[in-house]
């Protein structure tokens, strides 16, 4: 017994001498830190007028009382280095203000109902009734109702602006 504790306390101290001299490599010989090229350096220090372009450039596509979340990857990458986890929680960017936005909650509904529907498809599928929007009263929108993928099914068109009309029956 006395001699199975000893030898216990050998190892252990082996491998502790082992970690200790691994860690002592590791912070002595670790390669140094690699300086950032020149175009990135320009861009740390202009990072007020790099953020303000480039929310100009968002606003263009996005409103942001509509789509807050680009706008916040700019504040958390210009206010914390890119780090959305160093956001306090109470910062209009924090993840957990981005998730409880309508906006966000709307996109984590939309991705379940993708999901569900995703779902849904994986058994056979046979539509009976199509619906065409955008069909239009000429000779294209009739191509588009009438056409070799709709033969079979009953089939209704409608022009962007106009209400929806029959079309005739496509048989196959």
Known sequence: ???????????????????ENTARMLTLEA????????????????????????RKQVAKR???EHYPVPYAILEIWQKYGGNALAVPAQDPASIERLITH???????RIFFLQERL?????????????????????????SRLHGDDVRG???EGQANDSAPHKAMPCIA
Not at 31 to 54: D, T, Y
Not at 102 to 108: A, D, E, I, M, S
Not at 118 to 142: C, I, M, N, S, Y
């Open 1 to 19: 017994m006395l001699s199975q504790t000893a030898d216990h306390l050998f190892w252990m101290a082996r491998y502790t001498e082992r970690a």
């Open 153 to 155: 099914l009953e089939t």
């Open 118 to 142: 995703k779902g849904l498809g994986k058994g056979e599928f046979k539509p009976r009734h199509v619906h065409v929007v955008g069909a239009g009263d000429d000779v294209v929108g009739a």
């Open 62 to 64: 996005a409103k942001r």
């Open 102 to 108: 309508p906006t966000g909650k709307n996109l984590v």
């Open 31 to 54: 390669p140094a830190r690699r300086r950032l090229p020149f175009a990135q350096r320009i861009m740390l220090k202009m990072k007020g007028v790099v953020a303000s372009q480039a």
